[in-house]
């Protein structure tokens, strides 16, 4: 595990030349959008995050099957190292979406169906960190925290689809669709998904790092 | 306000909340 250390310094210096390069295009070649005006730059930071919180709960899904299938202690880990970043991109995404929807929806908030099962994600990500710290070293912790994923889990297609299934304020998806968002937007917005991505790997390799020396100290122990 | 204090607001609120994270998570590796 000795490389560690040095892998996420390699993501971590990484992230901070995505971040300047995404900074500078955002405040200073960005132009004003039609409807939006300024504003628009908000969508860099919300729709990252938000993609990155929902990606990250996915993943720690199919850890959390892979646990309960296998019984390998390490998924849990790997698991428990995710969950914390996925809960501030959450905060992230719902912050800066009521940032943006209080000038351009006259609303910092509404219980839509996209807004709500957002909440519902950041709730499942806080709830899951709790059980996790609650149970200590129990060894029910794992299977616990691993069923409650999985479980809740099930409000991913709900968080996805919830903007088709029902009539929200907040608009559909489809970015990355020709013609929907224009070029001059979809650049440092694919700049700030790097710098979340590559930030998000820094992150989890130094909580691995982490958890990974402490359980060592737990099995000298015992 | 202007579109200008909710655009910054909102930088402001996500790069603080990941600097927090990239400390809690140094201070816990060391």
Not at chain 1, 11 to 33: E, Q, R, Y
Not at chain 1, 117 to 143: E, M, Q
Request: aromatic share 20%; proline share 4%.
């Amino acid at each position: 595990m000795s490389w560690l250390p040095r892998l996420w310094k390699v993501f971590f210096l990484f992230s901070l030349v995505l971040l300047g390069i995404g900074l500078w295009w955002a405040f200073f070649n960005t132009p004003p959008d039609y409807q939006q005006g300024y504003s628009v730059r908000i969508m860099f930071m919300h729709v990252p995050a938000a993609w990155m919180a929902f990606w990250i709960y996915f993943l720690g899904g199919i850890l959390s099957l892979g646990f309960i299938l296998t019984r390998r202690g390490i998924l849990s880990i790997i698991t428990f190292a995710l969950m914390p970043i996925g809960l501030v991109f959450a905060a992230i995404c719902i912050v800066t979406g009521s940032l943006w929807g209080k000038p351009m929806w006259g609303t910092w908030w509404v219980w839509d169906a996209r807004l709500t099962s957002t909440f519902i994600l950041f709730l499942s990500y806080l709830a899951y960190v709790i059980l996790w710290r609650a149970w200590g070293s129990n060894p029910k912790r794992d299977l616990i925290c691993a069923s409650f994923t999985l479980l809740s889990a099930i409000n991913l297609p709900i968080v996805k689809f919830s903007v088709e299934w029902w009539y929200t304020l907040h608009q559909p998806s489809g970015l990355f669709t020709q013609g929907k968002v224009d070029d001059a937007f979809r650049f440092p917005l694919a700049i700030f998904l790097l710098f979340f991505a590559s930030f998000s790997i820094t992150i989890f390799l130094m909580r691995f790092q982490h958890l990974m020396e402490k359980e060592k100290k737990t099995m000298r122990r015992t | 306000m202007s579109y200008t204090v909710y655009v910054l607001l909102s930088y402001g609120f996500a790069l603080c909340s990941l600097a927090l994270l990239l400390v809690y998570s140094w201070i816990k590796l060391k």
